[in-house]
């Protein structure tokens, strides 16, 4: 590929961005921006018929410039993305659309197709690509200097502390996506609930699955119902939640969080979902468990016991 970058103009380059926010360079919004309003439905087909051919010249493009094609995340020149996956909806591109408005470091979205014949993958999304690489790559968090890393902390904790003081636009206690329907998940049982009109409707689906088949005795399986059904004697403020809080959403750029992906699964939500959703799986002395930990999931131990509870009690429910 080392010829591309002498003979092809750098806009065609699967390396090149669009210039990207810098925080401190844009305020972030302290008060929730308007919900966007979404293109109609007859633009929303009209680009669901151009993007398929858009992921066939994603193939055609990385074999010229020498990557690997990824049809859900297909790259393309001019610093574009076509994103086309099981998980992409209209209330991640409405998400999206949020917090581009209010200054969060994520990537503009150009077109959004609707694909009534893919049910499992509905919508398409073509944006901008961001620079960077994600914290989920072990080389890029352990080659950090201290300085480097409170960077990181520092920056994380100021967009969840903002986005998590916003006022609901639809109720108090209503969890939600942006638009106000369902919520989508896969820490969900069958993937999507709602909308809910409080935690205590929230919670009757978490726990619609239970089922001891995972278990080898009863005993066991009563044991970890009672942790479980903790959490439903708990009660929580709902806020804005990005839902999928995993180092591999994060994009890092000289030294700076440059990227603040995915955001399918965001809306409202019980306040420590955002936390014990990386929480669940692996040891707390992992580094990212360890930074989420000090970010604000060290509220919510008890949470995240009875969660980890729940997961074996609802495995059935798990599968896509």
């Known amino acids: 590929m080392d010829w591309l970058r ?3 103009p750098k806009i065609l380059l699967p390396t090149f961005t669009w210039p990207y926010r810098v925080l401190g360079s844009v305020d972030i919004a302290s008060s929730i921006p308007p ?3 979404l293109a109609p439905r007859i633009v929303r087909r009209v680009f669901g018929f151009v993007h398929p051919y858009l992921c066939s010249l994603s193939h055609r493009y990385c074999n010229w410039v020498g990557i690997p094609f990824d049809n859900q995340l297909a790259q393309l020149p001019f610093g574009l993305v076509l994103k086309w996956s099981d998980g992409t909806r209209l209330e991640e591109v409405a998400a999206t659309m949020l917090a581009r ?3 969060f470091p994520v990537p503009k979205i150009i077109s959004y197709g609707e694909h009534p014949d893919t049910p499992h993958a509905p919508v398409s999304i073509l944006m901008t690509r961001i620079p960077g690489r994600d914290l989920g790559n072990p080389e890029i968090y352990e080659r950090m200097n201290d300085a480097e890393r409170e960077t990181i902390y520092t920056e994380l904790e100021y967009m969840l502390q903002v986005m998590r003081n916003w006022s609901h636009p639809w109720g108090g206690d209503r969890i939600c996506s942006i638009l106000g329907t369902a919520v989508r998940s896969v820490r969900i049982p069958s993937h999507s609930v709602g909308p809910c009109e409080s935690e205590s409707e929230f919670n009757d689906h978490l726990f619609s699955s239970i089922s001891g088949h995972s278990f080898e005795t009863r005993d066991t399986f009563e044991e970890k119902v009672v942790v479980a059904k903790r959490l439903r004697s ?3 403020a709902v806020v804005f939640t990005h839902g999928d809080f995993k180092h591999h959403n994060i ?3 000289n030294g700076h969080i440059s990227g603040f992906l995915d955001w399918e ?3 409202w939500y019980p306040e420590y979902w955002e936390f014990t959703t990386p929480l669940r799986f692996g040891s707390r002395d992992f580094w990212w468990n360890a930074l989420v930990l000090r970010l604000g999931g060290s509220k919510y ?3 995240l ?3 980890k509870a729940l997961v074996p009690l609802t495995v059935d429910a798990w599968a896509w």
Do not use: I
């Open 234 to 236: 708990m009660h929580h």
């Open 265 to 267: 699964s965001a809306g």
């Open 305 to 307: 016991e009875s969660e």
């Open 251 to 253: 994009m890092v750029h």
């Open 101 to 103: 408005s209010a200054g």
């Open 35 to 37: 919900t966007p309003r």
């Open 6 to 8: 002498y003979l092809v």
């Open 301 to 303: 131990l008890a949470e």
